[in-house]
């Protein structure tokens, strides 16, 4: 039997917020150590989840926010979708009171999914579960960049903003913008340039070796997952493989990847 679970919430949700009070008090009525968290207070205190389950009761976001704040990294989570797509939710709110009790007995499997990790040339930014966008300092300018594996240039030109995806990520952003859906079964990164004013084309690459982005713009702007984001300048940013991985709760037998296509081709 799990002994605690964290429930973040989005505070915009009015049923969220519902059952996360009503999740809250199941559990405890059961002797389980519970604890509410609202999704969007996680980001601005840097609180970390300490549980042995999280459950999200939002969308997308709310599952990402929940991620980037684990104190331990191979916490599963377990997606209820409040939001538009749910792409990366697992349930819809009345699926819960169904599966609850078998998932805190932990009858689920876990489906494991890779990140990516960013450097700059001194440091490192963080790990990337859906993607990194980098666009211009200000809203308006163009970044000229260059896309560089083992020593040799395979994209070079000005854009509104590139994209580099994991494979989880390809069906998200990546993909309103043009790029491949990729099964994230595979350890590739997607790099996908947003609006090029140069002639280029999404990449699909190995992540056998480090990847490169030379920015020569002076001033460039780095989001990761939409939720972490600094300005640097001129810098170059690294990319990998993490030795992180995101651990999803699945309690359904249709492939994960099948369900987000199907939704985003809706």
Do not use: W
């Amino acid at each position: 039997m799990i002994k605690k679970v964290a429930i973040v919430y989005a505070s915009i949700k009015a049923k969220a917020v519902e059952m996360a009070s009503e999740l809250s008090k199941h559990l405890s009525s059961m002797g389980i150590e519970n604890e509410v968290l609202d999704s969007e207070c996680l980001m601005e205190t840097r609180k970390k989840i300490i549980a042995n389950l999280v459950i999200t009761l939002g969308g997308d976001g709310t599952i990402l926010r929940s991620i980037h704040s684990l104190a331990d990294y191979r916490t599963p989570i377990l997606g209820v979708n409040f939001g538009r797509g749910g792409y990366l939710s697992e349930l819809d709110p009345e699926e819960v009171p169904v599966v609850l009790d078998s998932i805190l007995k932990e009858n689920f499997e876990v489906e494991e999914t890779l990140k990516l990790s960013v450097y700059t040339e001194n440091r490192k930014l963080g790990d990337v579960v859906n993607e990194v966008y980098i666009s211009g300092e200000r809203i308006g300018k163009v970044v000229e960049f260059e896309v560089v594996r083992d020593g040799y240039a395979l994209l070079d030109g000005v854009a509104d903003g590139v994209i580099i995806s994991t494979p989880l990520g390809s069906t998200a952003y990546a993909m309103s913008a043009g790029g491949p859906a990729v099964d994230h079964k595979l350890d590739v990164v997607v790099i996908v340039p947003v609006c090029p004013l140069t002639r280029m084309s999404p990449l699909v690459l190995p992540l056998d070796s480090f990847i490169t982005l030379r920015l020569k713009t002076p001033k460039f702007h780095v989001l990761i997952d939409g939720q972490i984001g600094e300005v640097l300048d001129r810098e170059k940013l690294i990319i990998s493989k993490s030795e992180q991985t995101v651990r999803f709760v699945r309690v359904k037998r249709e492939y994960s990847f099948a369900r987000r296509l199907r939704k985003r081709l809706r």
